[in-house]
């Protein structure tokens, strides 16, 4: 007998921002053959200590999605992302993961669609960021973003071990790089061109959270806290974004590709406003026109443009097909919320009303 650990992570009922929990289960795994989904038993736990249920009935359910390797247990243990199931076998309300399943299922993905997601977070020390002094501000904004030196940089060892972390449990990151606020970082996660990955909306949101999971855990280790809060610090300085990249087969196709982009613009400026409720918590904060954001009640789009709402990347632009950078996310949105809503926008199965007052829009 083999006994590893599991360590169940499912999203939580904490509002405005959904949260991450786990607890770990001890399996018996087998050893003559490669260990499968359904070798994690569904398990429950007490919804009303995670804002999901009330204390007279509390017991909800934990479906195995998804798994991959533990990076910190090492060989044998495995990170297994959940669903949250009602005991009558219906998705949790807070279960937004089945969203994305039923948007794909509906129809949306025969458009094969990809996503990919620019993560920013910032690491504080107490309350203030790294990098900050305990009383007053750093230089201004400008050494700081893809920086070198002990005066520009904060937190790279946490960044690495993160990095390396997420790398070793066979996530799909394919960057990393200091951000404009002092202590700020981002990485990425989504399409890398390797044999056998599959960029789509489910697997790139997996690999999302889970690397969102282990940056909360490995930052236990150094005594720093990440934040994903959308505007961490007040005044003149960035705040942070949840890009998300996004592209359909005839996106991607030099036949077909500008064309489609556009159009997938066009749907999109029509439901701003049901994608800026979204899109996460703190969006007013972030969306000024100032700091690399549109204005949160403008659409705009542009060519390499890092102010619009939608940006067009210069590469995609010259060779005619790509994917589009929707940079109105914030840091704290939830993946599959976001996948979502642009699947539905511009894939077609959102029948709502469109906006009927009239969108500022510039080219």
């Given at each position: 007998?083999?006994?590893?650990?599991?360590?169940?992570?499912?999203?939580?009922?904490?509002?405005?921002?959904q949260?991450?929990?786990s607890?770990?289960?001890?399996v018996?795994?087998?050893g003559?053959?490669?260990?499968?989904?359904g070798?994690?038993a569904?398990w429950?736990?007490?919804?009303?200590?995670t804002?999901?249920?009330?204390g007279?009935d509390?017991?909800?359910?934990l479906k195995?999605?998804?798994?991959v390797?533990?990076p910190l247990?090492?060989?044998?243990?495995f990170?297994?992302?959940?669903?949250?199931?009602?005991?009558?076998?219906?998705?949790h309300?807070t279960?937004?993961?089945a969203?994305?399943?039923?948007a794909l299922?509906s129809g949306s993905?025969q458009e094969?669609p990809?996503v990919?997601f620019?993560?920013e977070?910032?690491?504080?020390q107490g309350?203030?960021p790294?990098?900050?002094?305990?009383n007053?501000?750093?230089?201004?904004?400008g050494?700081?973003?893809?920086?070198?030196?002990a005066?520009?940089v904060?937190?790279r060892?946490?960044?690495e071990a993160?990095?390396r972390?997420?790398l070793?449990?066979g996530l799909?990151?394919?960057g990393?790089?200091?951000?404009?606020l002092?202590?700020?970082?981002e990485?990425?996660v989504?399409?890398r061109g390797l044999a056998?990955?599959?960029?789509?909306?489910?697997?790139v949101?997996?690999h999302l959270l889970?690397?969102r999971?282990l940056?909360f855990?490995?930052?236990?280790?150094f005594?720093?806290?990440p934040?994903l809060?959308a505007k961490?610090?007040?005044?003149d300085?960035?705040?942070?974004?949840?890009h998300?990249?996004?592209?359909?087969?005839?996106?991607?196709d030099?036949?077909?590709?500008?064309?489609?982009?556009?159009?997938?613009?066009?749907?999109l400026?029509?439901k701003?406003?049901e994608?800026?409720?979204?899109?996460?918590?703190?969006?007013?904060e972030?969306?000024?026109?100032?700091h690399e954001t549109c204005?949160?009640?403008e659409?705009?789009?542009?060519?390499?443009?890092?102010?619009a709402?939608?940006?067009?990347?210069?590469h995609?632009a010259?060779?005619?097909?790509g994917?589009?950078?929707?940079?109105?996310p914030?840091?704290n949105?939830?993946?599959y919320?976001v996948?979502?809503?642009i699947?539905?926008?511009?894939?077609?199965?959102?029948?709502r009303?469109?906006?009927?007052h009239?969108?500022?829009?510039?080219?």
């Open positions: 007998m083999t006994l590893f650990q599991a360590e169940y992570i499912w999203q939580d009922g904490s509002r405005p921002t949260q991450l929990r607890k770990s289960r001890i018996n795994l087998p003559n053959r490669p260990v499968g989904k070798d994690f569904t429950s736990f007490d919804g009303s200590s804002y999901q249920a009330i007279s509390s017991d909800l359910i195995p999605v998804n798994f390797s533990d247990r090492g060989a044998g243990n990170l297994v992302l959940c669903e949250v199931f009602n005991p009558d076998d219906t998705p309300e279960n937004t993961r969203r994305l399943r039923q299922d993905g094969e990809w990919g620019e993560q977070y910032t690491l504080l309350r203030l790294l990098g900050f002094p305990d007053g501000y750093p230089a201004p904004q050494p700081y973003y893809c920086g070198v030196g005066g520009n904060f937190g060892p946490v960044v993160h990095t972390a997420s070793t449990a799909m990151i394919y990393i790089n200091a951000e404009v002092p202590g700020q970082w990485f990425q989504g399409y056998g990955e599959s960029p789509d909306p489910l697997t949101s997996d889970f690397a999971w940056l855990r490995i930052s236990e280790d005594g720093v806290s934040t809060a961490p610090v007040k005044g300085w960035n705040g942070s974004g949840m998300t990249n996004f592209s359909t087969k005839t996106m991607r030099p036949q077909t590709g500008l064309q489609a982009i556009e159009r997938a613009i066009q749907a400026e029509t701003h406003d994608h800026i409720g979204a899109y996460g918590d703190g969006l007013e972030r969306l000024t026109g100032l204005a949160i009640n659409f705009r789009k542009g060519v390499a443009d890092r102010g709402s939608i940006r067009i990347p210069t995609v010259s060779r005619g097909c994917y589009l950078e929707d940079r109105r914030a840091a949105a939830d993946p919320v996948s979502a809503r699947v539905e926008t511009v894939c077609g199965n959102d029948k009303p469109q906006r009927s009239a969108l500022q829009h510039a080219d």
